[in-house]
């Protein structure tokens, strides 16, 4: 649905992860981040029931304020990074549907073992928040499928790490669109 949001149908689970769908990735002005597509939140309207949602980490083309507000009303799970349940809870994200989870941490969600992994990236939403909470990517296994979602990050040892823990995978999502040389490290 643009950027990195996927609706990820696995273990009769539907999962939305990294739900941005409002029109702007920045925090306030005077610097926007204007999306190429318009009306990408009536996407939300257009969804099939939603299990739960996951969140890699907090910066703003992640986790978007307008598309959590219409998400609310419809989802009652939430799965996110450690911390980032202060900014859900703000919002209006009930306390006790908020699962947040540490890198290697392992949920069962019925038939869908969930697990957050390491990335090499970072998180925050101002300038005094950086690193606050944390980031990474998810692992997603039935008795059927194996996946992997990397989330944001740059090219280290983790991803053999996670290979060796949790692979092989059927499908792997890997982050690689937002390339740019001054990245190289977390992108």
């Not at 009930?94 to 540490?102: A, L």
């Not at 970072?122 to 928040?129: E, V």
């Not at 008795?143 to 990050?153: C, L, M």
């Amino acid at each position: 649905y643009g950027h990195s949001a996927v609706l990820l149908q696995v273990g009769n689970k539907n999962l939305l992860i990294d739900p941005m769908l409002g029109p702007d990735a920045s925090p306030i002005g005077p610097v926007r981040t204007n999306r190429f597509s318009e009306g990408s939140l009536a996407v939300i309207d257009s969804l099939p029931k939603i299990d739960a949602v996951l969140l890699t980490h907090d910066h703003y083309d992640h986790l978007d304020l307008r598309s959590i507000e219409k998400l609310i009303p419809k989802v009652d799970t939430w799965f996110v990074a450690m911390v980032i349940g202060r900014h859900l809870i703000k919002w209006g994200v009930p306390q006790d549907q908020i699962n947040e989870f540490d890198w290697w941490e392992e949920k069962q969600f019925e038939n869908v073992k969930i697990v957050f992994t390491p990335s090499r990236h970072f998180s925050g939403r101002g300038a005094t928040d950086r690193a606050k909470s944390l980031w990474g990517g998810w692992i997603f296994q039935t008795d059927e499928t194996n996946i992997y979602w990397s989330g944001d990050g740059g090219y280290d040892s983790h991803f053999k790490e996670i290979g060796e823990k949790y692979g092989p995978f059927d499908i792997g999502f890997v982050e690689c669109g937002q390339y740019n040389e001054a990245w190289h490290q977390i992108h």
